[in-house]
């Protein structure tokens, strides 16, 4: 995987990008190939005196460039134009004009039907309906772009168009739920580029100047304008119809009795996804109707949530999953949950009964057929990104690859909600927590681990009796077995298990014996060197289900509550291995209470959710060091344990009316990197230097913290900074119950 920094900073992350000679790609990736009749008749209709004549390379101008006579976009435009008259048509009548045209749209921004699009580009091939708009002045739809076109005037500026093409296949395939796949067209100078772009691979052909080789263009131009619009990416079984003058989608899933169709009313989820192959979904609110020419609901439909995703062939329905947990927990005998605490015990019997209380209950799904993609990719060579100051292309021979194919796959749950990412009630996120905890339990009890805890994959639904939060997105789910191999890393970084997302063990630290001269004159063969103990394997276990709920619990508190001063430790950040800071915070042990107190704001510190927090992670910290992981039954004493702790701290938090921002001003729509984080320091602090402390207005009337001496929350921690006697050691439950008389630690470092 491949990264690119842009001028703010930001980093967008793609799936490797391969190269191919012009000859395969339209072999491979073209939806089909014009005989050599019609491409010859086209070529010299377009020669003809009185058509289109090539031009020569220095007569090429460009809007950013010379004052030659003739423009690029025109040229194409002009071609692209030509090839549709009647003399360029296929005299077999096997292929039809598909209504697709040429516009030029330099430097303009795309409306979309989802709010985060962002991109532009210098041209496009799209339907002429969308044509005659832009001639109204209205704004071309990226809904209705079908091949997008980016051009330069030198090669040495190849990187900028590669990286606006990228960005613009990234936001059509991410945001119009109809896209399978994308072409793309590049043009540099008088060099001219083709690109595919999927959700298993990306491929760019090698360049060809089409002032040259004129057949090679009217070859390409050709698919492009007779191809059918399956056969240029779009889903046929997903419509975009307007319904009440507005837009929306209808869904066809064809179940085993008869088609089912669903028109969408409203986005539930919808994530931003910054590269064409993440495993991105989005959610609607939707409704069953009789067909796309009728779309009125069915007598009796009912609103229902639909999840559209893309998932690899072999993986397992989300349906099947559920089923066959749901089949283990009717089997569950009292026995099997008698060391719970009394409390918890009637919560899972009464969750036993009803286990689709806890869990999205699925109704409905459905599997379509496999995008287009080779399975293997020859010999093609990996094209890294350019950087921004690049003008190379870095060819990478690589081995043979395997892009498995990704199916869409189709949700229907009877419950319709939102992700706890967009609830704005701390009130609401702790019921929430109480909730998918019992959930986390009875996938203990059948026998599973989730693999994905996370905010987006939590759902709160509401009715007549309130609200109730729901364990949702079964599909990385899998039975709790040691002996197949070892796991891949799954699930959100912001809320991923430490040791998932590391890729190994954490290990207790060593402790430092006492040496004296006496090792030094022993007889060294009478003290070999001794073996390190392997580190235990790595399997996602119950505990990091566990560990993952705790990461949201976190989250919330420090980065979700309305007015909270900004962190600047990178604990939570989209990396492909977790940041420095993140490491640092949780391995911190029981000096964690103290930080956490330090973090959280005073009116939750005053009902102990530092205390709660740190006994949560210190039962997971200290099973990860000595805990026997193969054992299931040495994970009851955990849920035991949390689950006490939980009870007070829901009760502590009974009172508390708390706003919780906006999702999208605390979640980066990309991964974003600050430099040095570590020496940012703290959320709040005052320095000698003159830099004031900055102040935070709360609604809720919390107190201010304590004025802070400048430096890194994780560096100089030392005794001498605290109270001896007031210290509290976070072993027992008492700590949450009882007054906390522990003072704010005083951090020693320097602010630069």
């Known amino acids: 995987m491949s990264t690119f920094e842009n001028p703010a900073g930001a980093f967008c992350v793609h799936e490797e990008t391969l190269t191919c000679a012009i000859s395969d790609f339209f072999e491979e990736y073209l939806p089909f190939l014009p005989d050599a009749s019609w491409v010859d008749r086209a070529s010299v209709y377009l020669t003809r005196a009185n058509k289109l004549q090539l031009p020569a390379k220095d007569d090429i101008h460009f809007s950013c460039g010379s004052t030659a006579p003739i423009e690029v976009s025109s040229l194409i435009s002009a071609y692209l134009g030509a090839l549709r008259d009647e003399p360029c048509c296929d005299v077999k009548n096997e292929r039809k004009w598909n209504g697709y045209g040429y516009m030029d749209c330099p430097d303009r921004k795309m409306k979309s039907d989802t709010p985060i699009v962002d991109f532009n580009v210098d041209?496009?091939?799209?339907?002429?309906?969308?044509?005659?708009?832009?001639?109204?002045?209205?704004?071309?739809?990226?809904?209705?772009?079908?091949?997008?076109?980016?051009?330069?005037?030198?090669?040495?500026?190849?990187?900028?168009?590669?990286?606006?093409?990228?960005?613009?296949?990234?936001?059509?395939?991410?945001?119009?739920?109809?896209?399978?796949?994308?072409?793309?067209?590049?043009?540099?100078?008088?060099?001219?580029?083709?690109?595919?772009?999927?959700?298993?691979?990306?491929?760019?052909?090698?360049?060809?100047?089409?002032?040259?080789?004129?057949?090679?263009?009217?070859?390409?131009?050709?698919?492009?304008?007779?191809?059918?619009?399956?056969?240029l990416g779009?889903?046929?079984?997903?419509?975009?119809?307007?319904?009440?003058?507005?837009?929306?989608?209808?869904?066809?899933?064809?179940?085993?009795?008869?088609?089912?169709?669903?028109?969408?009313?409203?986005?539930?989820?919808?994530?931003?996804?910054?590269?064409?192959?993440?495993?991105?979904?989005?959610?609607?609110?939707?409704?069953?109707?009789?067909?796309?020419?009728?779309?009125?609901?069915?007598?009796?439909?009912?609103?229902?949530?639909?999840?559209?995703?893309?998932?690899?062939?072999?993986?397992?329905?989300?349906?099947?999953?559920?089923?066959?947990?749901?089949?283990?927990?009717?089997?569950?005998?009292?026995?099997?949950?008698?060391?719970?605490?009394?409390?918890?015990?009637?919560?899972?019997?009464?969750?036993?009964?009803?286990p689709e209380t806890y869990f999205m209950r699925v109704e409905c799904d459905w599997k379509e057929a496999v995008t287009k993609g080779k399975e293997s990719l020859k010999d093609h060579n990996a094209l890294n990104i350019l950087p921004l100051e690049s003008n190379e292309d870095f060819n990478v021979p690589s081995k043979k690859r395997d892009c498995k194919g990704r199916q869409r796959y189709l949700v229907i749950y009877s419950d319709v909600g939102e992700s706890l990412a967009l609830a704005t009630s701390l009130s609401d996120a702790v019921r929430a927590i109480e909730d998918i905890f019992i959930a986390l339990v009875l996938l203990f009890l059948a026998g599973w681990v989730h693999r994905d805890v996370s905010e987006g994959n939590i759902i709160l639904v509401r009715d007549e009796h309130g609200i109730r939060a729901k364990l949702n997105d079964l599909e990385y789910a899998r039975p709790f077995n040691l002996e197949d191999g070892v796991d891949p890393r799954t699930g959100t970084p912001y809320f991923m298990p430490l040791e998932i997302h590391r890729g190994r063990s954490l290990c207790p630290r060593p402790v430092l014996n006492r040496l004296d001269v006496s090792v030094m004159t022993s007889n060294l063969d009478k003290n070999p060197r001794q073996s390190k103990?392997?580190?235990?394997?790595?399997?996602?276990?119950?505990?990091?289900?566990?560990?993952?709920?705790?990461?949201?619990?976190?989250?919330?508190?420090?980065?979700?509550?309305?007015?909270?001063?900004?962190?600047?430790?990178?604990?939570?950040?989209?990396?492909?291995?977790?940041?420095?800071?993140?490491?640092?915070?949780?391995?911190?042990?029981?000096?964690?209470?103290?930080?956490?107190?330090?973090?959280?704001?005073?009116?939750?510190?005053?009902r102990?959710?530092?205390?709660?927090?740190?006994?949560?992670?210190?039962?997971?910290?200290?099973?990860?060091?000595?805990?026997?992981?193969?054992?299931?039954?040495?994970?009851?004493?955990?849920?035991?344990?949390?689950?006490?702790?939980?009870?007070?701290?829901?009760?502590?938090?009974?009172?508390?009316?708390?706003a919780l921002g906006e999702p999208n001003t605390t979640v980066p729509s990309y991964p974003i990197y600050i430099p040095r984080s570590q020496e940012l320091g703290k959320r709040s602090r005052s320095t000698d230097n003159g830099i004031a402390d900055r102040k935070t207005n709360r609604d809720d009337g919390s107190s201010k913290k304590k004025q802070k001496s400048g430096g890194d929350v994780f560096e100089g921690i030392d005794e001498e900074d605290t109270v001896e006697e007031d210290t509290v050691y976070v072993q027992d439950m008492a700590s949450i119950a009882r007054e906390d008389s522990n003072p704010r630690i005083t951090i020693r470092s320097n602010w630069d």
């Open 533 to 606: 103990p392997a580190s235990p394997s790595l399997r996602y276990n119950f505990a990091h289900d566990l560990e993952s709920l705790w990461w949201i619990i976190v989250w919330i508190v420090l980065m979700r509550i309305k007015g909270a001063p900004f962190l600047y430790q990178m604990i939570f950040a989209v990396l492909d291995f977790p940041h420095p800071d993140r490491d640092d915070f949780f391995m911190m042990g029981d000096l964690l209470h103290n930080l956490l107190h330090d973090l959280i704001i005073d009116a939750l510190c005053d």
């Open 234 to 354: 779009y889903d046929a079984s997903v419509l975009r119809v307007q319904y009440n003058a507005e837009y929306c989608y209808v869904y066809k899933l064809g179940t085993l009795q008869y088609p089912k169709y669903f028109r969408t009313t409203q986005v539930l989820y919808h994530p931003h996804a910054s590269d064409i192959a993440s495993h991105k979904c989005r959610v609607w609110k939707a409704v069953e109707v009789n067909n796309p020419a009728n779309l009125t609901p069915t007598p009796g439909a009912l609103p229902v949530a639909l999840k559209d995703s893309w998932v690899t062939q072999e993986s397992v329905s989300e349906k099947k999953i559920q089923n066959l947990i749901f089949d283990r927990l009717s089997n569950v005998e009292e026995t099997e949950f008698d060391w719970t605490p009394d409390g918890l015990k009637q919560k899972i019997k009464d969750a036993l009964a009803c």
């Open 608 to 658: 102990k959710a530092h205390s709660f927090l740190a006994i949560y992670h210190l039962r997971l910290y200290e099973f990860y060091l000595t805990g026997k992981r193969q054992d299931d039954t040495s994970y009851q004493s955990i849920y035991g344990a949390i689950w006490e702790a939980m009870q007070i701290f829901i009760q502590n938090m009974s009172d508390v009316t708390m």
């Open 123 to 231: 041209g496009v091939i799209s339907n002429m309906l969308a044509c005659e708009a832009e001639e109204k002045n209205e704004a071309l739809s990226a809904e209705q772009t079908a091949i997008p076109m980016t051009f330069q005037s030198t090669s040495e500026q190849a990187y900028v168009n590669q990286r606006n093409l990228e960005l613009a296949a990234a936001q059509i395939i991410n945001d119009d739920p109809r896209r399978t796949f994308l072409y793309g067209v590049s043009v540099e100078g008088t060099t001219m580029t083709l690109w595919y772009f999927s959700r298993t691979h990306s491929i760019k052909s090698h360049s060809f100047d089409f002032t040259k080789e004129l057949e090679t263009l009217v070859r390409a131009f050709l698919c492009f304008l007779y191809a059918t619009e399956e056969e």
